[in-house]
């Protein structure tokens, strides 16, 4: 919030494929939905978009990210519905997440964007946090040239609606819809997975799974170490940057003293310049950002195996 405050985080705009984009967020988080009273819907537009749009990918993901948690954190039971649909008169595509929870009290809309207010409850642990998934997910949608607005009734949910600049790049047409990507599952490669979330590493397993690699599991920096150093036969190992005991940094450094050539791709949360600029000098062989996208990080795996 404070380098949002001081204008030192800006939009990176690039060529984002929405659909995939969307439905890569909305998965990840709906394996976190441990409560079978709740239905977890996206709901999509009938007709897909012929081009990808120009927006900032990163943004939007935690943006959806944090309306989609608040939503699950605060419902008991019933549904948690992400839809979007394109506004080609207004050019701008509309986001609206929608829940039946506990509501927000009419008092308190009007400061619940500001930093630091979080809604209690009696009934649902839900204060964990420190109130600023909000204030940041308005900031963030400002940034990209939008607006974000609620409507809620106190004991029957809420619905959180922003929009994005529908700002198409013609040049880039989607091939969702028509185009499988094949990978030649072949031999079954080892991969060792440092992700000390325990909902990120489902996420990860289940895609890697997918292509039939092999995958284990370090729960920190110095169990990835460990195990890196007990077993040879590992191929690939994909470092989370932020782990307790060691971070993926020094736990990079220490692999390095005794294997020099096995790829180590950094997985990381934040994506500020000076972040992704500490991955590249560490010496990471690449790195992909969270939420992770399925086919994106296949591709990059499977150069390693010569896959794509």
Do not use: W
Request: hydrophobic share 40%; net charge negative.
């Amino acid at each position: 919030m404070s380098k949002i405050e001081i204008n030192s985080i800006q939009a990176n705009i690039s060529s984002v494929d929405i659909k995939t984009t969307i439905k890569t967020v909305f998965d990840s988080l709906a394996v976190t939905n441990k409560n079978p009273k709740i239905d977890i819907k996206l709901i999509e537009p009938e007709k897909p978009l012929k081009y990808k749009v120009r927006t900032d990918a990163v943004k939007l993901n935690e943006i959806l990210a944090n309306l989609l948690q608040n939503a699950l954190k605060f419902t008991e039971e019933g549904f948690v519905i992400l839809d979007y649909e394109i506004d080609e008169i207004n050019k701008r595509i509309v986001f609206s997440v929608k829940d039946s929870g506990i509501g927000i009290p009419d008092d308190f809309k009007e400061k619940i964007f500001k930093r630091f207010n979080k809604i209690g409850s009696t009934t649902i642990s839900a204060n964990e946090g420190l109130g600023l998934g909000l204030a940041i997910s308005k900031a963030y949608v400002e940034m990209l040239g939008g607006s974000i607005s609620l409507i809620s009734q106190l004991g029957v949910g809420s619905t959180f609606t922003f929009t994005i600049p529908l700002d198409y790049d013609t040049k880039s047409i989607t091939t969702i819809e028509n185009t499988a990507v094949i990978y030649d599952l072949g031999k079954e490669e080892l991969i060792l997975v440092a992700e000390d979330d325990n909902v990120n590493f489902i996420l990860i397993e289940k895609i890697l799974k997918s292509a039939n690699y092999i995958v284990i599991r370090a729960k920190d920096g110095q169990e990835a170490v460990q195990i890196c150093s007990e077993n040879n036969e590992i191929d690939l190992i994909l470092m989370d940057i932020k782990m307790p005991i060691l971070d993926g940094h020094e736990a990079f450094k220490k692999i390095r003293e005794f294997n020099t050539t096995i790829p180590i791709i950094a997985q990381t949360s934040y994506s500020f310049e000076e972040e992704i600029e500490k991955i590249k000098k560490t010496g990471f062989n690449n790195f992909i950002s969270k939420p992770l996208d399925k086919e994106k990080l296949l591709e990059m795996v499977g150069k390693y195996f010569n896959k794509s």
